[in-house]
């Protein structure tokens, strides 16, 4: 469970922090709800690098679980780490209980059938149909893949000052999308090395992509269009939300 | 999700509605904790019969979700299973937001790294292991992967009521035991139409059990004695206890 935490960008345990700044919830009130979405983050890597799923020998610059380990403690430790989310969000530090219900309800939501297992299930589904999926299907399948989680963690600070959730939504709606475009750039125009993960995965299964669909370019501009709609969905906060900005144009930047 | 859910003793959501009775709260009041566990325990079912874990391909007398379907699916469904039995524990019908925090802690706690997937984890450690487990570490591997989610079960009550767990936690303590004890006799002695299952597969194995470590008839005088020791922890409540009484009793006169 350690070994799968290590490294990685963090940025939904980022994300966390930040939106809970803007509710002017500190950052020791809020890194339980930080380190869940890390854990649940981690549990979905390590089940999804299995052999039966994507089989990847490698995540965040090392060893797969499943290779360093075996399948057996994959299975197990990708559990236990889910497991580990919904307790952090019980930690007290984290506020009044019914805040924390809503945290555990809405992490619930965004990681379970009706979210990332929907996306990573319509994935695997994706892969024996007989078309390759159209932009509209791949859009629903990356909302649920990784827009969901990103969704939760953009509004986790809302959630634990219960407040508005609503312009934290429409900002990880956009910047989940354009997060998930600029992953499938990098898998076409990356680097490994700065990746830490195989690359050229996608294309080369003849996986239908936001570049296979778009072509490099559209694709390029769509999640610059996308990085916009994110940072206009910050204007509620004002100035407060720079970071947020920040986070939002480096989904498209970034080399990992 | 659904077929995974399907059959089974339904014993773990049986005595979250019998411990909750014990305090006062209806059926109606304590179905989704019920639900709770009930999910919890078929996720880890699932999980626990795929290839690299027990690789069964037969549970409630029908195929495993691995052999019906594929693995991914098995992985994918265990895991929203889990999330759902989280999801259950936030139902506003349980009651105050506190009591409702402190059933998903206590789950986590009973199926996390230090409870049930501890349990399965010592386990498949026990294939490789150079000597059979000793008595005392089998016992501790059960308490872990079967002992700990009865403990939740029992205890839920206690926990929607805000009452006293102790006396709940004594009795599922011993039989949880029973219970085991009486799966390896079962796994010897029993039918396997009847149980759903392959059965000796433990003694098959060459695998420490109960019954390998103190025969046949010590093992049966132990379970017994174990539903004595649970029959009497129940004391503080009474003839409202009967039921769970009679549960510890079923325990050990069950065939599946």
Redesign the interface.
Known sequence: ?RYALRGGKRLRGFLVLESAALHGISRAAALPAAAAVEALHA?SLV?DD?P??DDDDLRRGQPTVHVRW????A??A???L???A??L??DPVLG???R??AL??A???A???EGM?LG??LD?AAESAAAPLTLEEITALQAGKTGALIGFAAEAGAILAGADRLPLRAYAEAFGLAFQIADDILDVEGDPEAAGKRLGKDAGAGKATFVSLLGLERAKARAKDLVTMAELALAPYGAAAETLRDAARFAIARQS
């Open positions: 469970m549990y089940h299995l039966c799923m075996d399948e057996a403690t299975v197990l990708g559990d236990a889910q497991t580990l919904f307790e969000c019980c009044p209980a019914e924390r219900v555990v309800a992490l619930a939501k990681s379970g059938a297992v990573q299930a695997i």
